[in-house]
Each structure stands twice: as C-alpha cells, then as structure tokens.
C-alpha cells in the first residue's frame, strides 16, 4: 500500500547504538499500529497509539504519533541482537477499522 | 492474552484443489477479521475484511471468487483458496478486532505450498 510508507527500509546498527524508523501517511491517521515481525512468523504487537502527541513506550522500545504531520516514529534505545526483525507500522487510515501497512524496515543488530 | 488461532499451520497440497484456512479468536469476540497474504521478503498485503455476518470486502486485485472467505460466527472465519495454483503459494494470515477494545490480534499464520 502506498498510504504508509516507511524508513528506512533496511537498518544495520551496532549493538548498544539508538535507532529511529519513521512510519508516515498521505491522510489522516486515525489509529497506528507498530508490529514487529521475523520472517514466516506471526505478527508481534508492539504498541497502539490513538491520539495526536500520544507516545508509549515497552522496555526500550518507544513510540510517538505526531498527529499534524500524519507520521509515528518508533526509537529503540541501546538495542540488542534481539530487536532484530521487520518493523512494521499499520494504520487505520479510513477510520473504519481497515488497516494499511508500510513496507517494513529490516533492522539488523551486529553483536 | 487475547489469541487467535490459525488452522492449519502448514498445508501442502496439489493444482488443482481447494483449501480451507481457519481463523478463530479464543477467548475474545471478533466482528471483524483480516485475512493478508505475504511473499518472501515483502511486506504482508491485505487481501480483504471480513465481517461477521456480511460479505467480504476485497481489496483491489484479490479474486473473490478464488478467494472465498466465511464469516459465519463472531469468533471464525476461514478462507477457501480454490482450485489452488503454485503461484498461490504464500504465507496467510488472519487477524481479529476486538468487539470490545477494537485492537488488533494475528494469528500464527498458515504456509501453503502448491505442488
């Protein structure tokens, strides 16, 4: 779907290093979704963020949702082997509980 | 947790025949289910949203007709991939909303293989 997009597309960080994936929308974000996956598995639900200004955050894992410029931003700080994986943002763009995917950002950690 | 269990895991089957995934959510309502489909190395795709008790909602460029999906209670919904081809080969997903919160829950996922 082109209504999210996402970046970057791929991440290879050190471990230890903090890192930003961006998730933005061409239309209003009325829910958006952060998932991470490891390739063939199920879906991981990260954190759900509904409001403008909203930010949430699981371990060292935070997410923001910046309403006005349709954008949501997921920081990992001091990340380790273990978030490696595809993050995926999803959003409920139609506000009918339909969801949208970006295209994912690969993050790879180097021990 | 909430669950949602996907059945079967892993299917292989033959051209030419049909096969039914089933998608539950255990312990919670759901009146709304998505089933996705995801190649190797992209992103997951919606193919459609599937309401209890209506038809299903199809995205632009998923055969409806090859794609039958069934929602028939608040807590199931299958999909019928007919007269199955390799290329439909593909890892499917279902994922289930809440009645009560509206949050998303996936299930494991289901790999098919065509021969």
């Known amino acids: 779907s082109q209504e999210l997009e996402q970046s970057p597309q791929s991440l290879i960080v050190q471990e230890g290093k903090n890192l930003t994936i961006n998730c933005t929308s061409s239309k209003t974000l009325y829910g958006l979704y952060w998932y991470k996956q490891k390739y063939g598995e199920g879906l991981i639900f990260l954190m759900m963020l509904q409001k403008g200004g909203e930010e949430k955050s699981h371990e060292k894992i935070t997410a923001k949702l910046d309403e006005k410029k349709q954008q949501s931003s997921l920081h990992i700080t001091a990340s380790q082997p273990s978030h490696a994986g595809i993050y995926l943002c999803g959003a409920d763009i139609a506000g009918a509980n339909n969801l949208f995917f970006g295209t994912g950002t690969r993050l790879t950690v180097i021990p | 947790g909430a669950v949602v269990s996907q059945h079967p895991s892993w299917v292989i089957c033959k051209s030419g025949t049909s096969v039914k995934i089933e998608c539950r959510s255990l312990?919670?309502?759901?009146?709304?289910m998505f089933w996705y489909r995801q190649f190797p190395k992209q992103s997951l795709m919606l193919m459609a949203t599937s309401n209890e008790g209506s038809k299903a909602t199809y995205e632009q460029g998923v055969e409806k007709d090859k794609f039958l999906i069934n929602h028939a209670s608040l807590t199931l919904s299958t999909l019928t991939v007919t007269s199955a081809h390799p290329e439909d080969s593909s890892f499917y997903i279902c994922?289930?909303?809440?009645?009560?919160?509206?949050?998303?829950?996936f299930g494991e996922g289901s790999r098919l293989t065509v021969l």
């Open positions: 994922s289930a909303s809440s009645a009560n919160t509206g949050e998303l829950f």
């Open positions: 312990d919670f309502q759901a009146t709304t």
